[in-house]
Nanobody, 123 residues
């Protein structure tokens, strides 16, 4: 079974940057897509960004476009989320996800979830 472990979260001042990492272990096929979701207190989980193995970036949520960048290192089985110009509204638990098909990732029903890493942006 695929295991996803996030790291890199923490407290940061508004306008600062963080780089989240998600390391995948266990078997993953070459067709797996990976992405990031986030969930703030009292709100529903929302999509942030996604990328497919060996393919281009699939999407960014409008709220992060131009500030966040998703990338993947296939040799390390790791996906990254570079977050710049952070805002207090970016405060949330960030979850890594993986799916065999892009559609399930886009719909918010991935095959695998990580446990999350907390990002807290203060003004």
């Amino acid at each position: 079974q695929v295991q996803l472990v996030e790291s890199g979260g923490g407290p940061v001042q508004a306008g600062g940057s963080l780089r989240l990492s998600c390391a995948a272990s266990g078997y993953t096929s070459s067709t797996y897509c990976m992405g990031w979701f986030r969930q703030a207190s009292g709100k529903e989980r929302e999509r942030v960004a996604a990328i497919c193995n060996g393919g281009p970036i699939t999407y960014y949520d409008a709220s992060v476009k131009g500030r966040f960048t998703i990338s993947k290192d296939n040799a390390k089985n790791t996906v990254y989320l570079q977050m710049n110009s952070l805002k207090p509204e970016d405060t949330a638990m960030y979850y890594c996800a993986a799916s065999r098909y892009l559609g399930s990732l886009e719909s918010g029903t991935p095959d695998y979830w990580g446990q999350g890493t907390q990002v807290t942006v203060s003004s």
